[in-house]
């Protein structure tokens, strides 16, 4: 079993919940700057950890919220950082919107391998009461989330993404910055949610977007037409694939689609 001491506490890396911690303090205060926080702004850290950026936030806005799964850390953030308003429970299974209230919050983390997807569709579902999103992932899932058309990278994942929220891949960080160190390579990306005309209808756009790309080599007819009328769209050029489509472009075909449906 690995095991990590910091600051005269020894705790025992769960592999399970992906833990590597990040140790590199030019990569910390970069991190920071990125989310460009404010005295005043409402911020929630997803697992802190050893409090590597809970320490720089706390400088900024002391009482911010930490939601912490682990209970070896959770209270070691507790009794390092007691100005913090530390959740311990499952960031999945966390009320973002009773943190909000009635303002928006800024997200920043080094968020678990092991649950970075779910992560990032739960951050999209309540993105009305989030301003920012400055999170550190996988290299790999950075790089298909800013991904552009025609490029393998690009997926469902890269499209429901972009299309609602501003998306920007800001900078890679190596493996060797982590203890213990992790296999892959990580990055950073900013998410900014943004209003779209499409915003009510989430649920069947990602339904449609899953399904155009169910069978990447298909094109968008054989892949839509069991469960979409498509007599309806004359914009979007159905024996296209789905990787070829641009984000504009997704949404017509979903607001063709959906008005013959």
């Known amino acids: 079993m ?3 001491e910091y600051k005269h506490t020894e705790i025992a890396v769960k592999k399970k919940l992906g833990q590597n911690f990040l140790t590199d303090r030019n990569i910390i205060r970069k991190i920071i ?4 926080l404010k005295p005043g702004d409402r911020v929630v850290e997803i697992g802190p950890g050893f409090g590597a950026l809970t320490g720089e936030i706390a400088t900024i806005c002391p009482d911010f919220t930490a939601i912490e799964k682990d209970p070896a850390l959770a209270e070691f953030i507790r009794n390092e950082f007691p100005s913090v308003n530390l959740i311990e429970h499952d960031v999945l299974k966390v009320n973002l919107e009773q943190i909000a209230d009635d303002r928006k919050i800024k997200v920043i983390g080094n968020i678990p391998y092991s649950i970075t997807s779910p992560i990032l569709f739960k951050l999209l ?3 009305h009461c989030i301003q920012s999103e400055t999170l550190m992932m996988q290299q790999e899932v950075a ?3 800013a991904a552009r058309p025609a490029t393998k990278e690009y997926g469902i994942l890269a499209v429901q993404l972009q299309t609602f929220c501003e998306v920007t891949y800001l900078f890679k960080v190596g493996k060797q910055v982590f203890r213990p160190k992790p296999e892959v390579d990580s990055a950073v990306v900013s998410i900014v949610p943004r209003q779209v005309a499409l915003d009510r209808y989430q649920k069947e756009y990602s339904t449609l977007v899953r399904r155009a790309f169910q069978q990447r080599r298909k094109t ?5 037409k069991k469960e979409y009328d498509l007599s309806g769209v004359t914009d979007i050029d159905l024996h296209r694939r789905a990787e070829s489509l641009e984000i504009s472009e997704f949404e017509t075909l979903f607001s063709q689609v959906k008005a013959f449906r």
């Open 2 to 4: 690995t095991k990590v």
């Open 33 to 36: 700057r990125s989310a460009d």
């Open 125 to 127: 579902e309540h993105r």
């Open 143 to 145: 790089l298909r989330l």
């Open 220 to 224: 968008l007819n054989n892949n839509l």
